[in-house]
T-cell receptor, first 117, second 116 residues
């Protein structure tokens, strides 16, 4: 069965510094997608970045980049130049192959990030 | 444009009461998902709709949980005879009909259900 592991329940980072949030996954399917979502205290899940299993390059979106190491089954999120507004829960998620009609997404337990001024 | 909306945002129910949670997806989004998020955990899949058809309800924890989307737009998640373990945030997400590689899900703000 597919599974997502996030081993860091809580992280602290100084404002303007970079931080890496860890994510490992387990799947036997060669085709999958990996997501990172941010959930601030307001509760809404905000999409940050996506990496496909066949993508040759690591995904980047502004200050977010994904360190994708396929052989190790890891998909760590790197946030550069942290801002106070980055304080939130961060969830790694994997799209479980469900055929062409829909995608069941499995979420990890999350990492709480606190940015210190 | 408007995002996914959910109502109510907060609901307190006494054990044994029935509750109904509403989700208004983004207009034109074919796919609709419900998730349950317990405190301090990641969201867990409950059920999936494609238009009005409920194609997957494998995540519904018991037969007290029922979801519908009769006209392929608004969806309602109903919980009968609520129990304390039903206390959680219920998230709704929708996605467009594209078959692109990303197929991102857009989430609503959630409904926080507290059963006392």
């Amino acid at each position: 069965a597919q599974k997502i592991t996030q081993t860091q329940p809580g992280m602290f980072v100084q404002e303007k510094e970079a931080v890496t949030l860890d994510c490992t996954y387990d799947t036997s399917d060669p085709s999958y997608g990996l997501f990172w979502y941010k959930q601030p205290s307001s509760g809404e899940m905000i999409f940050l970045i996506y990496q496909g299993s066949y993508d040759q390059q690591n995904a980047t979106e502004g200050r977010y980049s994904l360190n994708f190491q396929k052989a190790r089954k890891s998909a760590n999120l790197v946030i550069s130049a942290s801002q106070l507004g980055d304080s939130a829960m961060y969830f790694c998620a994997m799209r479980e192959p469900g055929g062409a009609s829909y995608d069941k997404v499995i979420f990890g337990p999350g990492t709480s990030l606190s940015v210190i001024p | 444009g408007a995002g996914v909306s959910q109502s109510p945002r907060y609901k307190v129910a006494k054990r044994g009461q029935d509750v109904a949670l509403r989700c208004d997806p983004i207009s034109g989004h074919v796919s609709l998902f419900w998730y349950q998020q317990a405190l301090g955990q990641g969201p867990e899949f409950l059920t999936y709709f494609q238009n009005e058809a409920q194609l997957d309800k494998s995540g519904l924890p018991s037969d007290r949980f029922f979801a519908e989307r009769p006209e392929g737009s608004v969806s309602t998640l109903k919980i009968q005879r609520t129990q304390q373990e039903d206390s959680a945030v219920y998230l709704c997400a929708s996605s467009p009909p594209t078959q692109g590689r990303l197929r991102e899900q857009y989430f609503g703000p959630g409904t926080r259900l507290t059963v006392t």
